[in-house]
């Protein structure tokens, strides 16, 4: 093993999966022929499909599941609880058995751009494209381009070419 990976053994890995150093990978699936980039972590339980791209400084935590030819820019952020905590009312420190993941699911061919935040309980449609920096708080149809804080949607995209319409 690599002394500038670390990568669990009960991560499933495709193959033709490309590793970067410096990455944080356990109880994740990641389909064939992906590409991580560096400083990337995935928790366990999130699953990444085939033929993506998660570029470097990206986190995406459990609970998260990015379908196949999705493309995630640098430094995106995932979230999986929508009012976390770190102690109980009581001062006790939380454990998972205090909280519930809470689902996010990016749907075939999306792009996510850099900079951006995905909260929980949100799906990203097929093909859509989510403008660096944004925020996105709510689900994104299929086929369109949102940006913003929180994200709105700008336009859709052409169908036949993937292009702006």
């Not at 995106?76 to 519930?100: C, H, M």
């Not at 689900?139 to 702006?164: H, S």
């Amino acid at each position: 093993m690599n002394e500038f990976l670390s990568v669990a053994p009960d991560v499933r890995l495709g193959k033709g999966v490309k590793l970067s150093k410096f990455i944080n990978l356990y109880g994740c699936e990641i389909g064939d022929e992906t590409k991580i980039g560096a400083f990337v972590e995935v928790q366990k339980n999130a699953k990444i499909g085939s033929r993506c791209k998660i570029s470097s400084h990206t986190f995406i935590c459990e609970g998260v599941t990015i379908e196949d030819n999705v493309f995630v820019g640098h430094g995106v952020t995932f979230i999986n609880d929508s009012y976390p905590r770190a102690a109980n009312p009581d001062g006790s420190l939380q454990t998972e058995a205090d909280w519930k993941v809470e689902i996010t699911l990016i749907k075939k061919g999306a792009s996510i751009g850099s900079g951006s935040t995905i909260l929980s309980k949100v799906t990203i449609g097929e093909n859509a494209i989510v403008g660096a920096g944004s925020v996105v708080t709510k689900d994104v149809p299929a086929g369109v381009i949102v940006a913003g804080n929180p994200a709105r949607v700008l336009r859709k995209l052409n169908q036949k070419k993937a292009e702006v319409a």
